[in-house]
């Protein structure tokens, strides 16, 4: 038969059974406070007449649950579900480890190389070839009513055409028709020289990396686990990821971080991240060398994949970037708080590679920080340390916590003066700062002379963005190459120019003006000065064909070799060379 109790009544019989237990033992962590398929006591209402309504509990052998509490706090190990425990520990559970431990420095791994590092001029890729994909897509063009004149691509009129493009990142102008302006404010005499502006255009309207053909078909695929998001640009994707990894073995530090190629194409690649300087683009995972910053290997970002493992995005990405059966073993990547994991690190350390990098500590796997690590003895008002910013936490393979490094910071005296002190700092803060600068050297190597520019396509601003990566790794090679050598190597502009003038087969000296070489000169040259106005006379060309009549006169032009009057009131050189150059340029526009 039940005895029912109050509330005070039960509140002193539990107080009671507590005083039983013996002191020495302590509950158990979770385990106690989760179990809810046997519950010690059971609530009820009651409700009797005459009396207030009040919440009563049962006390159903309180003797026997009781024991049965007693001999599980007793167990050493009881597992709470029926299930199978997990095989391997869980990281969270190890707590941070503090001043008076001891610092171990991680045993790092072998550096072996797969090659020597540095420039690997022997090996050589083939070269691109999307010259038939051009003729393709332009004939698809002209069918679809285009206005440009359709002429077959050949590989000397790509050359000339991404040379035009790096061109146009040395000489900048407001927009693509300025640069073939004649008798402008704007004229730059190079574009004209290497390719009409109808064929440049007709050629950046109809640039296609893959075949036309094969775009329907996997177009046909949306929607299913065989349709490619990057199939467009495909062919040059892969040849310029083989050209990076072939023709330069990096370091032993890499770094890792993303990049924003700005675009507000019409795909579903589009990515918008606020904190970037460039907040709408195709987002890029960078592998590069810290040192020099060449871009090792990369991927895009083409939104949730289906085929993403257990692990998340940020595990993937690092894992598809490093490649040991191409770079080798004993790497040391540094990445920042987006990647770092100690399910990554843990992975990475198998595989032989150190690791560094920031963490945050709600991460999956990290130990938790207390929420006061002051203890209740302290008294009221004790500060532990003052801090402004955010801490910082760091995750390392490679170093110990500390080892005498310091760095200098300004600080202010009582007095109010500022002074330069040493300041203790963390080995792997020091390594962070250093070799973490990878991608950011990248960046701004590129954005220098970047060929970027607005379009409505994104394989076309990919396609420039490839451009950039190459002409940046080409002069970092350059670089090293000179390094080799003990020879200064030329400046990135210098280098551009160089580069542009051997693709558009031009002479660095510079284009020579066409009003330079039309001059007027004697007719007779070998006759002496009396004779030179009288001898060796012909009809002006220009009186003939406009003004129907003979003139004879002794000048001639230096490059055209017309002979033409030269007087005060008549000047037929000027007029035949103003009537020369229009023609001259509305031949070229019609071009």
Same mark, same amino acid.
């Given at each position: 038969?039940?005895?029912?109790? +109050? ?7 539990? &107080? ?188 950046? @309207? ?11 078909? +996997? ?60 907040? @709408? ?16 290997? &990369? ?72 929420? +006061? ?11 532990? @340390? ?189 007029? @035949?060379?103003?009537? &020369? ?11």
């Amino acid at each position: 038969m039940r005895r029912l109790l +109050n509330v005070d009544q039960a509140l002193k019989l539990f &107080f009671e059974l507590e005083e039983n237990v013996e002191p020495d033992s302590e509950p158990e962590s979770d385990e106690c406070d989760d179990e809810v398929d046997d519950p010690l006591f059971v609530l009820e209402e009651v409700k009797r007449e005459g009396e207030e309504e009040q919440p009563l509990i049962s006390t159903q052998s309180v003797s026997r649950r009781s024991a049965e509490r007693q001999g599980r706090r007793d167990t050493p190990t009881r597992s709470r579900s029926p299930l199978p425990q997990a095989a391997e520990p869980h990281l969270s559970s190890e707590p941070w480890k503090s001043e008076g431990d001891a610092d171990i420095t991680p045993e790092c791994s072998r550096f072996q190389l797969r090659r020597t590092p540095g420039v690997q001029i022997e090996r050589l890729c083939p070269q691109i070839q999307f010259v038939q994909t051009q003729t393709k897509m332009l004939q698809k063009n002209q069918h679809l009513g285009k206005k440009y004149k359709w002429t077959d691509v050949e590989t000397e009129h790509l050359y000339r055409f991404f040379g035009l493009l790096i061109y146009m990142s040395l000489v900048s102008l407001p927009s693509l028709r300025d640069y073939w302006r004649q008798n402008h404010i704007l004229s730059v005499p190079l574009p004209s020289k290497v390719m009409t502006r109808n064929r440049f255009h007709s050629i950046f @309207w109809s640039i296609h990396l893959s075949d036309p053909e094969e775009d329907l078909k +996997n177009d046909a695929k949306k929607g299913t686990p065989g349709h490619d998001k990057l199939f467009r640009i495909r062919p040059l994707y892969d040849e310029i990821l083989s050209a990076c990894q072939a023709y330069y073995h990096p370091r032993r530090e890499l770094s890792v971080d993303e990049r924003m190629v700005a675009t507000k194409a019409k795909t579903g690649m589009i990515q918008y991240m606020k904190d970037k300087l460039t907040k @709408w683009g195709m987002k890029m995972f960078i592998l590069a060398e810290s040192r020099s910053g060449y871009t090792i290997s &990369f991927t895009i970002y083409t939104g949730k994949n289906q085929a993403a493992s257990e692990h998340g995005l940020a595990y993937d990405v690092v894992m598809n970037l490093i490649q040991p059966s191409c770079l080798g073993t004993g790497y040391h990547i540094y990445m920042d708080n987006f990647y770092t994991s100690p399910r990554l690190f843990l992975d990475l350390t198998s595989m032989r590679f150190g690791v560094c990098g920031t963490c945050r500590e709600n991460r999956k796997g990290c130990p938790k920080d207390r929420a +006061n690590a002051l203890n209740r003895k302290c008294p009221r008002g004790s500060v532990r @340390w003052i801090r402004e910013g955010p801490l910082v936490s760091v995750c390392s393979t490679i170093h110990p916590a500390f080892s005498g490094e310091t760095v200098r910071r300004k600080v202010k005296d009582r007095d109010g003066h500022w002074a330069t002190r040493e300041i203790p700092c963390p080995t792997p803060i020091m390594a962070y700062n250093k070799n973490m600068g990878g991608i950011d050297l990248s960046d701004q190597l590129i954005q220098y002379y970047s060929t970027h520019r607005k379009t409505a396509r994104w394989y076309r601003t990919m396609l420039l963005h490839f451009l950039d990566i190459a002409t940046t790794n080409a002069f970092i090679m350059h670089c090293e190459m000179c390094s080799a050598k003990q020879v200064q190597p030329m400046a990135h502009k210098d280098f551009m120019v160089e580069l542009v003038c051997q693709l558009c087969g031009m002479d660095k000296t510079g284009v020579p003006s066409r009003r330079a070489e039309h001059i007027p000169v004697p007719i007779l040259t070998d006759t002496d000065a009396v004779q030179k106005a009288t001898k060796g006379r012909l009809k002006c060309k220009r009186s003939l064909q406009e003004d129907n009549r003979r003139s004879d006169t002794p000048w001639k032009c230096q490059a055209c070799g017309v002979p033409l009057c030269l007087v005060v009131d008549r000047n037929c050189f000027l007029e @035949w060379h103003r009537l &020369f150059h229009n023609q001259d340029k509305e031949k070229e526009e019609g071009n």
